[in-house]
């Protein structure tokens, strides 16, 4: 199903300024972006498009309220730098399973300066050496990386608890 029809069922009737959820995951974007979402979603607070086969940021709506962005699962590679624009107000990020390879596409989010949680599961970057610690010192904003913290405690609240890894 396409992101824009799917936007409409996820609607169910109410008007987009009323929506504080909203979950697209599985649905098919064209072309990799994001479409039929725009700032009409002023209440949006968490905003869902895991697997949507999404490979740019770039038509993400202004989304001031959003707090929760969860983007497991697509192709996207960077851009990140919109996310600090468009969703100021960010405190979790879940970038698992995407195509992010290095420091410099992450530092994009030096910005996000609420951002408290961020994922990147499964990416490459995951793979350099000194990982963690490159990426606690260069997003000093954030508290858990993967889902634990600098001390290897794991983030309190959290609903992914199927993945032991």
Same mark, same amino acid.
């Given at each position: 199903?396409?992101?824009?029809?799917? +936007?409409?069922?996820?609607?169910?009737?109410?008007?987009?300024?009323?929506?504080?959820?909203?979950?697209?995951?599985?649905?098919?974007?064209?072309?990799?972006?994001?479409?039929?979402?725009?700032? /009409?979603?002023?209440?949006?607070?968490?905003? =869902?498009?895991?697997?949507?086969?999404?490979?740019?940021?770039?038509?993400?709506?202004?989304?001031?309220?959003?707090?929760?962005?969860?983007?497991?699962?697509?192709?996207? =590679?960077?851009?990140?730098?919109?996310?600090?624009?468009?969703?100021?107000?960010? /405190?979790?990020?879940?970038? =698992?399973?995407?195509? +992010?390879?290095?420091?410099?596409?992450?530092?994009?989010?030096?910005?996000?300066?609420?951002?408290?949680?961020?994922?990147?599961?499964?990416?490459?970057? /995951?793979?350099?050496?000194?990982?963690?610690?490159? +990426?606690?010192?260069?997003? !000093? !904003?954030? /508290?858990?990386?993967?889902?634990?913290? !600098?001390?290897?405690?794991?983030?309190? &609240?959290?609903?992914?608890? &199927? &993945?032991?890894?």
């Amino acid at each position: 199903m396409e992101m824009k029809k799917r +936007i409409n069922l996820e609607l169910r009737n109410r008007a987009p300024e009323e929506v504080t959820e909203l979950v697209l995951d599985n649905c098919l974007c064209v072309n990799g972006e994001i479409e039929g979402l725009n700032d /009409t979603f002023k209440k949006l607070e968490f905003l =869902s498009m895991a697997n949507v086969e999404l490979s740019s940021l770039a038509r993400l709506p202004s989304l001031n309220k959003l707090r929760k962005l969860e983007l497991s699962d697509n192709i996207i =590679s960077g851009g990140l730098e919109v996310l600090a624009e468009k969703c100021p107000n960010l /405190t979790y990020l879940n970038l =698992s399973g995407n195509k +992010i390879k290095d420091l410099s596409t992450v530092e994009a989010l030096q910005n996000l300066k609420n951002l408290k949680s961020l994922d990147l599961f499964n990416c490459e970057i /995951t793979n350099l050496e000194d990982y963690r610690e490159s +990426i606690f010192e260069l997003l !000093q !904003q954030i /508290t858990y990386l993967d889902g634990f913290d !600098q001390d290897d405690n794991e983030a309190p &609240d959290s609903e992914e608890e &199927d &993945d032991e890894g």
